[in-house]
């Protein structure tokens, strides 16, 4: 099999998910080819992704059909959602039992209501877990401080989590706490660490996104030059990501880590998410080639990931130079854009976004099974 940028990444230490799923792609054998072929080694889903599948074609017209009678939309939503994820999991078998349960991993998330209520959260985890009921499923759970008291917890009951919606550095450094503390319940209660996995998912081109509105503002209002826009523009999202991740290099070392990896825990890998260009301005590949590095996870889109299988360049760039992604954004809040404000609006906004996908997915589902009623009467 010839030998891609996809596979050098691999080689790089970086693990290649795919940030897509839908029932044409698990039926079609496209996914088992990917992970053949394109070093793919997992995969994560949210509602705007399942919102895209069900409203497009007539892949699930055939299961709503007979599972509709008695059920909610919700509970139909989660009765196809966790059959695609649970299919999904079994394509990445091989590969979870390959690395010893370090990767393989598909995600599935809870509702975005669950967000600020820590109890709802794992009540729900727990749910989603028995119902796909695989080793390598991972629950995704928002990085709020409710978020954050349900992942200790959920650490410490044995289950696989992706912390999802980070921005802020200060946002992952609660987040790697609750992950250290889940396993120290863990371990404290006699339990097995080794098979208890993690990522925290760091969003990063929508930092560029609304960093760079914030300059366009200025530039617009006179308050400083287009030239100095330019030189600033597209650059705080690798800056901020490679921050979290010395971050994520210090935390997961010493002797608090120590205790827990002698005991087989697993580092909390860093998840590069949000990392499609959104600016046709800026190179295709701009978040991956620029977070390159080991214990890291890129989940691409595939359009993405067909981008970089093309022309991506793979190089050690995750902890390039720390000291001038400081120094840019302190020239960044001396322009009075500061990137807490920021990074604190995006995870607002974030919630928002999966709520709505939410929301349009089950009215969606509600108008679906409504009209495959009609058309059933009618035949």
């Not at 080991?294 to 993405?304: E, I, R, S």
Request: aromatic letters at 6%.
């Amino acid at each position: 099999m010839p030998q891609t940028p996809l596979h050098a990444l691999h080689a790089a230490g970086q693990s290649i998910w795919l940030d897509f799923i839908d029932r044409a792609l698990l039926a079609s054998g496209d996914l088992e080819r990917r992970i053949r072929d394109d070093a793919l080694t997992g995969m994560t889903s949210n509602p705007t992704i399942f919102e895209k599948a069900l409203a497009s074609g007539t892949a699930y017209d055939a299961q709503l059909r007979r599972a509709a009678e008695g059920r909610s939309a919700w509970e139909l939503f989660e009765l196809v959602e966790t059959d695609d994820v649970r299919a999904a999991c079994d394509a990445f078998t091989a590969v979870y039992r390959a690395s010893q349960g370090r990767d393989g991993f598909v995600s599935i998330e809870v509702s975005p209501g669950a967000a600020h209520d820590a109890a709802a959260t794992v009540a729900e985890a727990h749910r989603l877990w028995a119902a796909v009921d695989r080793p390598n499923v991972m629950i995704k759970v928002p990085g709020t401080p409710e978020g954050c008291v349900a992942l200790r917890q959920l650490i410490a009951d044995g289950l696989n989590v992706n912390v999802t919606l980070l921005f802020a550095v200060s946002a992952h450094a609660q987040v790697i706490d609750a992950y250290l503390g889940g396993l120290e319940d863990r371990a404290g209660a006699g339990g097995d660490l080794r098979h208890v996995a993690s990522v925290a998912s760091f969003f990063v081109s929508r930092v560029d996104g609304a960093i760079d509105a914030a300059l366009e503002e200025r530039v617009a209002a006179g308050t400083h030059t287009r030239a100095r826009a330019d030189a600033l523009a597209g650059r705080a999202a690798i800056a901020n990501a490679r921050l979290a991740y010395r971050l994520f290099r210090s935390r997961f070392s010493g002797p608090r880590w120590d205790a827990l990896a002698v005991r087989g825990a697993q580092v909390q890998r860093p998840l590069w998410a949000s990392t499609s260009t959104k600016n046709p301005a800026y190179r295709d590949v701009l978040y991956v080639e620029q977070l390159i590095g080991p214990d890291t996870v890129n989940t691409m889109p595939p359009a993405t990931l067909e981008a970089f299988r093309d022309h991506g360049i793979t190089a050690r760039t995750v902890d390039g130079d720390v000291a001038a992604d400081e120094a840019l954004l302190a020239e960044l809040a001396s322009l009075g854009i500061a990137l807490d404000a920021v990074t604190d609006r995006l995870l607002v906004d974030g919630l928002a976004s999966f709520q709505k996908s939410f929301d349009t997915l089950i009215a969606g589902l509600e108008q679906k099974t409504a009209s495959l009623a009609l058309g059933a009467g009618a035949r």
